[in-house]
């Protein structure tokens, strides 16, 4: 089993910088992939970015110059540095894990969100 954890959300005024991180947590399995979503206010959980095995990253476009995404293999941790924080911005952010268990199963596990909101 692999637990997500996730740090760092909280209230931020707008044009500020927040950095989410989320640690996966267990024994005998392998990342595939890590990344981040979001669900802000009255719209659907949509993808922000994501951490790929061998370095390979991926942003928003609509975000991209504000966001950055980054893994610690060794730590199986993944963050989210934002910069110049909007109101939309606001919402839960979850992180998402997958991999492959040591007995060869695939998972995809979600963190439990974390509320980022700014304020304007």
């Known amino acids: 089993q692999v637990q997500l954890v996730e740090s760092g959300g909280g209230l931020v005024q707008s044009g500020a910088s927040l950095t989410l991180s989320c640690r996966a947590l267990?024994?005998?399995?392998?990342?595939?992939?890590m990344g981040w979503f979001r669900q802000t206010p009255g719209k659907e959980r949509e993808a922000v970015a994501e951490?790929?095995?061998?370095?390979?990253?991926w942003v928003k476009d609509s975000l991209k110059g504000r966001f950055t995404i980054s893994k610690d293999n060794a730590k199986n941790t993944v963050y989210i540095q934002m910069s110049d924080l909007k109101s939309e911005d606001t919402g839960v952010y979850y992180c998402?894990?997958?991999?492959?268990?040591?007995?060869?199963?695939?998972?995809?596990?979600w963190g439990q969100g974390t509320q980022v909101t700014v304020s304007s």
């Open positions: 998402n894990a997958n991999g492959a268990l040591g007995d060869g199963r695939w998972f995809d596990f």
């Open positions: 267990g024994t005998d399995f392998s990342i595939n992939a």
């Open positions: 951490a790929r095995s061998g370095g390979v990253t």
